[in-house]
């Protein structure tokens, strides 16, 4: 795409970005509980039309060269990213489940499933990569040091003449081979001849012979004919790959080449503009910096002086807190500040007559107003309602000064994508002008002392405190540095050494197959709730964990949520999903896992110190990535015996304390895995993990896609003999890596070798997926009925965000049957294959 075509795809958001921000606003007004579906549903739309946007300005701002442009689009796609979060809290919120039914907004907006997909910005790694290179050079560098010195390991030599016997052996069993098939060979041309003599010749005439020829020709000619028709009606309506891959992989290639070559011309622009940004303000500064310190000098006399005519007094001078004089001025003129002070002795005077009317009102008013407020306060809970954005404000300023500045600007001024000099020039003069305004305050604040003592004989007037209101504790408390003299590079040597920080495999999140769930609204008709597909459980881990940790702005705006659980069966694939986050993200993986903390920092201040140290380094090397498996170790109920030794709850409550100190900006994420929650206390476990994604077993149209695309990553295209549907029907209970392990038992080299003579047919991988135990629908079942009592529980008597937390384990949606949270969607088949049954 050329410059052009991005600034049309731009102007086009923009569209799209002004029709959804005059949505917002009917979204704040109360809606009856009554029309809670219509609600969900706006929700869901509005939840749809941000991802699209998202997409688009990540597509624009990866490609886009001038630079004040993508100043504005940062801006704008960290808003958009930050609103998608919260609509997607909002929808958690609507539907009390952590899983969204969409096909049927997407089919009434005419969307695909592809447009439901979460995008990775694509600058959470570009902007990191140097960084990411340098902690693993780091990395690297620690823990060569800790290898010992590899010493050249003597073999033992083999004695001359068993290398003799040996290679003889090899020898004589190769030509023995050759010998065997060469004799095969001839026995069977023996026996053909035989066969003839016995039968006698068969006689063609000339002619009979041309047509036995030309019919078995034709009709060899007729059916490849027909085959190549076929196989290309199935192209063109895409149920076959194309078998052009090649040309198709160097489009991408060439593709990828030009979008590399515009991140380079990114990078030059940008080092122009900020040479270009210090030479502007070094010129600001020098012609237009003394006039603007003379004329606030003279607006600020000029207040003190008004000031003092009407009240008899000197103002006091704002604080710096609250921003100084420009708090007073910030777009005003003298005439305005004149009526400001005006009204407000006005109002004074007001409030004092009102307060002696309201002591004089009766005790009977004041109950009937009682009583109101409580039917008000009963309306209100009878309704939903949705709180106002912190993202709305942000993406709306882009959007005024997008239409303010670049909408009507001509392209044709900068064709090379310069930087526009009197905008720049424009930006740095308020940037200046904050700078002369913080020295002319403190100038002034002088002047102000002075005036008072010679006009009014008045010392410096001590400053008023801001009344605390009882009950409330007006700052947070502090976690005490137990580390203070220690550097954070010696610190991470430690955490290296003691293998609590580890080394993430490098694992794209796209990599987790699966497909989107297609009959959810169908299923939630027939009052029976669907469980998550594989597509949910990734796109869920891309909001909850991979967005939030990928900028700090979008971390500060988005709601906050410090940990996640994943929950499922062993081979569903969480630590795979664990190491997607680090990978997109570039963040440090610390591995808090019981069976790793075994023998480390003993005792109980050496546990404190542990926690402590993780989570200080995880906080100044943000993003991180706090990984816990088998979290259920940490909440046990009754620790078993064998892992008394380990002590397992020994960091449970060092570790609750530790992130309640996390607060917005810090990129900290508490990620737990676990596949037997039922031997932990819910109780327990709901406090500390604010979500928890519960991975079932993968439904057909998932198994399907894991069937098809792992195989190819083998190098293996599928044909028309390998039936990949009988595939997905015969492995239903079989997790991922059941999958995984059974491609990679059948092809192996040799199998790869053979594909050319004997294709690859399904009934290959049976005999490998009988030698796996699937997850039965007995144990999945009892599984989640375990799960779903124990959050049942642990909400009596809690609070409505912990009940929030375990709602999609135990929370039955209304109009759905008791029980109907802890029930599958109905799978084909039954509980096993019935070629898998064992006796």
Request: glycine share 6%; proline share 5%; net charge positive.
């Amino acid at each position: 795409m050329s410059e052009g075509a991005y600034q049309r795809l731009w102007e086009s958001s923009h569209v799209t970005l002004q029709e959804l921000l005059d949505q917002e606003q009917p979204l704040l007004e109360p809606v009856p509980d009554r029309e809670r579906q219509s609600f969900q549903y706006r929700l869901a739309s509005l939840y749809l039309h941000y991802l699209g946007l998202l997409r688009r300005f990540d597509t624009v701002y990866d490609q886009m060269v001038q630079p004040q442009k993508r100043r504005l689009l940062r801006r704008l796609l960290d808003g958009v990213a930050g609103r998608v979060l919260e609509l997607k809290d909002k929808l958690v919120r609507a539907d009390l489940c952590e899983n969204h039914c969409l096909d049927r907004v997407l089919q009434d907006l005419k969307f695909t499933p592809a447009d439901l997909e979460v995008p990775i910005p694509k600058y959470f790694l570009l902007e990191q990569s140097t960084t990411v290179r340098e902690r693993g050079l780091i990395l690297a560098e620690i823990l060569s040091r800790l290898e010992p010195v590899s010493s050249q390991k003597s073999f033992t030599g083999m004695r001359r003449t068993e290398a003799i016997i040996l290679v003889q052996k090899a020898e004589r069993a190769r030509q023995g081979r050759l010998r065997a098939t060469f004799m095969r060979e001839i026995r069977r041309d023996e026996e053909q001849d035989r066969r003839i003599r016995e039968d006698g010749w068969h006689k063609f005439s000339q002619g009979q012979a041309a047509v036995t020829i030309q019919k078995v020709w034709k009709g060899y000619l007729q059916r490849k004919r027909t085959q190549q028709d076929r196989r290309m009606e199935m192209e063109f309506i895409g149920m076959l790959p194309s078998p052009n891959q090649v040309e198709h992989l160097s489009i991408i290639s060439q593709a990828c080449l030009v979008e590399d070559v515009r991140r380079l011309h990114q990078m030059e622009k940008e080092e122009e503009f900020r040479a270009a940004m210090v030479k502007a303000h070094d010129s600001l500064v020098e012609t237009e910096g003394p006039d603007m310190k003379e004329k606030m000098k003279e607006q600020i006399r000029q207040w003190f002086i008004e000031c003092h005519d009407l009240t008899g007094w000197f103002p006091d001078y704002p604080d710096v807190s609250s921003g100084g004089s420009y708090s007073i001025f910030a777009d005003k003129t003298p005439e305005q500040v004149r009526m400001e002070l005006e009204m407000q002795v006005q109002e004074n005077r007001k409030k004092e007559q009102e307060k002696s009317k309201e002591k004089g009102k009766d005790e009977k008013e004041k109950k009937k107003k009682g009583k109101e407020e409580k039917a008000k306060k009963g309306e209100v809970d009878a309704v939903l309602q949705v709180l106002p954005s912190k993202c709305i404000p942000m993406i709306s300023a882009g959007h005024e000064e997008y239409l303010n500045t670049w909408k009507n600007r001509c392209e044709s001024v900068h064709p090379s994508q310069n930087y526009d000099s009197e905008t720049l020039r424009e930006e740095k003069r308020k940037e200046v002008e904050q700078e002369i305004r913080i020295q002319v305050d403190e100038l002034m604040r002088q002047e102000l002392r002075n005036l008072r003592l010679a006009v009014d004989k008045e010392e410096e007037r001590p400053l008023r405190a801001p009344k605390k209101t009882p009950g409330k504790k007006t700052g947070k408390k502090k976690e005490k540095d137990l580390t203070p003299n220690r550097s954070v590079e010696s610190l991470y040597e430690e955490l290296v050494i003691s293998g609590l920080l580890r080394k993430s495999e490098s694992v794209a999140l796209k990599d987790y197959i699966g497909d989107f769930l297609y009959l959810g609204s169908t299923l939630s008709l027939a009052k029976k709730l669907p469980m998550p597909s594989l597509f949910d459980i990734r796109q869920n881990v891309a909001l909850y964990a991979v967005l939030r940790l990928g900028s700090p702005d979008i971390h500060t705006m988005a709601p906050l949520i410090r940990s996640i659980l994943l929950v499922g069966p062993s081979g569903m694939g969480k630590k795979m999903l664990v190491k997607a986050v680090c990978t997109e993200t570039g963040a440090n993986l610390f591995d808090l896992s019981p069976a790793n903390l075994l023998g480390k920092y003993p005792g109980r201040n050496g546990a404190q110190m542990m926690v402590h140290i993780v989570f200080k380094v995880a906080r100044l090397l943000q993003p991180s990535v706090i990984w816990i498996g088998n979290a259920e170790k940490n909440f046990y109920k009754k620790i078993p015996k064998e892992d008394k030794e380990m002590d397992p709850k020994r960091i449970k409550k060092d570790l609750t304390k530790a992130l309640r100190l996390l607060t917005p900006g810090d990129r900290v994420m508490l990620i737990g895995t676990t596949s037997r929650p039922q031997l932990a206390e819910m109780r327990g476990l709901c406090r500390v993990y604010e979500r928890i994604l519960f991975m079932p077993r993968p439904d057909y149209a998932s198994r399907y896609v894991l069937w098809k695309r792992m195989i190819e990553a083998r190098g293996i295209q599928p044909t028309q003999h390998l039936d990949i549907s009988a595939l997905a029907k015969v492995s239903d209970g079989y997790t991922p890596g059941h999958i995984l392990q059974a491609i990679q038992s059948v092809l192996s080299e040799r199998r790869f070798l053979q594909l050319s003579k004997r294709p690859l047919v399904a009934s290959e991988f049976l005999g490998q997926l009988v030698k796996l135990d699937p997850v039965y629908r007995e144990e999945e079942e009892s599984l989640k009925k375990t799960i779903g009592e124990n959050v049942r529980g642990a909400q009596l008597g809690r609070e409505q965000e912990i009940t929030r937390k375990c709602q999609g384990f135990g929370a039955i949606p209304p109009g759905f049957p008791e029980g109907g949270s802890l029930q599958e969607p109905p799978r084909t088949g039954t509980s096993r294959p019935h070629w898998a049954r064992r006796a």
